[in-house]
């Protein structure tokens, strides 16, 4: 079992920036998979972006892609978003993910077994 901690989330202008962390503890963090969700008020949760294992790939949801970068340090069992030219529609709160995968390249969007208690972003316009 992995456990996961988000932070960095807080309350941002329109076209600032944001780093969110997610640091996970328990079992090798090199054998999951990562992503991160977000969900907004009255909405449902969607994907934002994932990265494989090894960080060598990864996949953005349409919304963020071009402004949000994911990325890993497995030496500090920690993922990372880097959140660009945010917008008031990015207002949510981001969950952090994690799924054990068999390929090293293998970036899912869906069927994440673990989850932190996420950290809310505020984007004010």
């Known amino acids: 079992q992995v456990r996961l901690v988000e932070s960095g989330g807080g309350l941002v202008q329109a076209g600032g920036s944001l780093r969110l962390s997610c640091a996970a503890s328990?079992?090798?963090?090199?054998?999951?998979?990562m992503g991160w969700f977000r969900q907004a008020p009255g909405k449902e949760r969607e994907f934002v972006a994932a990265?494989?294992?090894?960080?060598?790939?990864?996949t953005y949801a349409d919304s963020v892609k071009g402004r949000f970068t994911v990325s890993r340090d497995n030496a500090k069992n920690t993922m990372y978003l880097h959140m660009n030219s945010l917008k008031p529609e990015d207002t949510a709160v981001y969950y952090c993910?994690?799924?054990?995968?068999?390929?090293?390249?293998?970036?899912?969007?869906?069927?994440?077994?673990?989850w932190g208690q996420g950290t809310q972003v505020t984007v004010s316009s």
């Open positions: 328990g079992r090798t963090f090199s054998r999951y998979a």
């Open positions: 990265i494989s294992r090894s960080g060598g790939s990864t």
């Open positions: 993910a994690a799924e054990e995968t068999i390929g090293i390249s293998v970036v899912p969007v869906v069927g994440y077994d673990y």
